[in-house]
C-alpha cells in the first residue's frame, strides 16, 4: 500500500506524456486493482471502467497525434459521489436521489478532464457527506484498506480508501467539518482542505454552503500540491470563488521549513486526544525543529467551542440546502395522494437517520424565537475562532495539531450515540469554521499499528507554506 514513486500521479503523468507508459496500459492496471479489492473495501459506489477506459484511449490518440498533453495526462482519479458528473449518476450515497443523472459536470471535473486525468469512479460518503465513519451511506459502508475491522473515516471515506488501496493515485474529496482531512488521517494518506473560496464548488452537491470546501487526496505532498494546482483558481460559476490565478504550489515545496514559526495548538493537544497520537504530534513538532524550523506552544483559546458552533451552523444551512429534495425536481418520488404527503412520503423515504436528524437540528436552530440564542450564538463564537486565529498567526506561519483524536475504530464503536461521532472533528472542525486551509500528513502509527495522522493548518491562501511544511514532515518520516 506504500507509495512506489512509478505510481504516484506525478511518475504516470511523466511517462504517458514521454510515451514511456500509455494511459490505456496505466488505467487497465488500476482498474485490474479495483476489480481485486473492490468486493471487499466497496471504496466505490460506481466504477466507471468503460469510461475510462475511453477516456484513456482518448489520451493515447491525442499523444499519436502530437497534441501537447496536460500536467494528469493518463492519471486515474476517483470522485467523491457528491460532485456532479453529467449523465453519470451521483447519489451522495442516499436514496433520495436515486436515478438522478446530473446534466451538466462539477467546474472540478472539467478541469480535471482538460488537465489529462482519467476518472474511474464515484466514491462512498456518508449520506450527504454527514458524518466521519462512511457508516451512514444509505449503501453500506466502505472497510479501512489498512484493517478491515475498521472505519475508513468520513465522509470521504470511499476516496481516502481508494487511494489507499491503490485503485488511483489521486482522489477528490469534500470538506465540511473534517471530511478530507480525518479521513486521509485514517487510512494513512495526505489529505488537503484549500482555502475557502480558492476551489470552485459548481457542481459539489451542497451540505453547508459557508464551510464546503473540494480538495485532494494523495499518497504524497507533492501528488496532493499537483492536483490542487489544476483544480484551484477563479471559476464565474461559483460567486464564492476567489478572483485570483491558482497558486504555485510544487515549485515551493523543497525550500525546507529553516526559521518558520510553528506553533503546536494547546489546546488541541490534550484532552480528548489519546496519548498514542499525541505522542505523533510531538514527534512531528520535535522534527519540524531538527529541520531548523522555531516551534513554541501557541493557543488559539476559542477552538474549544468549534464543535458547539459547528453543530448549530453545519445543521442550519443544511435543513436549508436539502429543501430542495422534494420528490418533484431530483431522484426519488414516492407517490401520495396529494402533493404536500407526497413530499413528505419522499423524504421520510428517501433520507437516512443521520441526514433527518440534521434537518430537525438545523431547523430547530433556525426557528423564530431561538435564531438569536442558537444560530446566532454560534455565528459570534465563529467570529471570535477567526480572531484567535489571526492573533496566533501574528506570532507563527504555521499551526500543528492531531488531525483525529484516535486512529481508525471499529465499525459500530461509535453509531449508537451521535455525540461520539461528532467529537472525531473537534480539531478539524475550526479551519472550516475560519475558512483557512490545513492538511492531513500520515505520520507513523499508533498502537495498534494504525496511520496517525498530523495536521498543519496556515493562513487563508498560505498553501504553499502549509505544503512546504507538509513536505517537511514527509521527509523526516
Ligand atoms: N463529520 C462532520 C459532519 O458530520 C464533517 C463532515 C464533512 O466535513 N462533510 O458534519
Not at 244 to 270: D, K, M
Not at 273 to 292: C, E, M, Q, S, Y
Not at 354 to 371: F, N, P
Request: glycine share 10%; proline share 6%.
Amino acid at each position: 500500500m506504500s507509495p512506489t514513486s512509478a505510481s504516484t500521479a506525478t511518475a504516470i503523468a511523466e511517462a504517458v506524456r514521454s510515451g514511456e507508459r500509455s494511459a490505456r496500459e496505466v488505467v487497465d492496471e488500476h482498474l485490474a486493482a479495483i476489480e481485486a479489492r473492490e468486493p471487499e473495501l466497496h471504496a466505490f459506489n460506481l466504477v466507471m471502467a468503460d469510461e475510462a477506459r475511453a477516456s484513456a484511449d482518448a489520451i493515447d490518440r491525442a499523444r499519436a497525434a502530437g497534441e501537447q498533453l496536460g500536467p494528469l495526462a493518463g492519471v486515474p482519479i476517483a470522485l467523491k459521489d457528491n460532485l456532479c458528473t453529467r449523465g453519470i449518476p451521483t447519489t451522495c450515497s442516499s436514496r433520495i436521489l436515486e436515478g438522478w443523472r446530473p446534466p451538466y459536470d462539477a467546474t472540478v471535473v472539467q478541469r480535471l478532464a482538460a488537465a489529462g486525468a482519467v476518472a474511474v469512479g464515484k466514491t462512498n460518503l456518508d449520506e450527504f457527506a454527514m458524518g466521519s465513519s462512511t457508516e451512514n451511506s444509505a449503501f453500506g459502508p466502505t472497510r479501512n484498506p489498512h484493517d478491515t475491522s475498521r472505519v475508513p473515516g468520513g465522509s470521504s471515506g470511499g476516496s481516502a480508501a481508494a487511494v489507499a488501496a491503490g485503485f488511483a493515485p489521486l482522489s477528490l474529496g469534500s470538506d465540511t467539518g473534517g471530511s478530507i482531512r480525518q479521513p486521509a488521517a485514517l487510512c494513512g494518506v495526505v489529505g488537503v482542505k484549500p482555502t475557502y473560496g480558492s476551489v470552485s464548488r459548481y457542481g459539489l452537491v451542497a451540505f453547508a454552503s459557508s464551510l464546503d470546501q473540494i480538495g485532494p487526496f494523495a499518497t504524497t505532498v507533492d501528488d496532493a500540491a499537483l492536483l490542487l494546482e489544476v483544480i484551484a483558481g477563479h471559476d464565474p460559476l461559483d460567486s464564492t470563488s476567489i478572483p485570483q490565478p491558482a497558486p504555485s504550489l510544487r515549485s515551493e515545496l523543497g525550500r525546507g521549513v529553516e526559521g518558520l514559526r510553528v506553533g503546536v495548538i494547546r489546546e488541541l493537544t490534550g484532552e480528548g486526544i489519546a496519548p498514542d497520537v499525541a505522542r505523533r504530534v510531538t514527534a512531528a513538532a520535535d522534527a519540524l525543529a531538527v529541520a531548523g524550523a522555531k516551534v513554541d506552544e501557541a493557543s488559539v483559546p476559542a477552538v474549544a467551542y468549534g464543535l458547539s458552533a459547528y453543530y448549530l451552523i453545519a445543521p442550519a444551512e443544511a435543513s436549508s440546502n436539502l429543501a430542495r429534495y422534494d420528490g418533484v425536481r431530483y431522484g426519488l418520488r414516492v407517490d401520495a395522494s396529494n402533493s404536500p404527503e407526497m413530499m413528505v412520503a419522499s423524504r421520510t423515504a428517501g433520507f437516512g437517520d443521520e441526514v433527518k436528524r440534521r434537518i430537525m437540528l438545523g431547523t430547530y436552530a433556525l426557528s423564530a424565537g431561538y435564531y438569536d440564542a442558537y444560530y446566532g450564538k454560534a455565528q459570534r463564537v465563529r467570529t471570535l475562532i477567526i480572531r484567535d486565529f489571526a492573533a496566533a498567526y501574528e506570532d507563527f506561519d504555521v499551526l500543528l495539531s492531531p488531525t483525529s483524536p484516535t486512529t481508525a475504530f471499529a465499525f459500530g464503536d461509535k453509531t449508537a450515540d451521535p455525540l461520539t461521532m461528532y467529537l472525531n472533528d473537534i480539531c478539524t472542525i475550526p479551519s472550516n469554521l475560519s475558512g483557512d486551509p490545513a492538511v492531513s500528513v500520515p505520520y507513523g502509527v499508533g498502537d495498534d499499528g494504525l496511520p496517525v495522522g498530523v495536521q498543519v493548518l496556515a493562513p487563508a491562501m498560505q498553501e504553499a507554506t502549509m505544503l512546504r511544511v507538509a513536505a517537511a514532515l514527509e521527509a523526516s518520516r
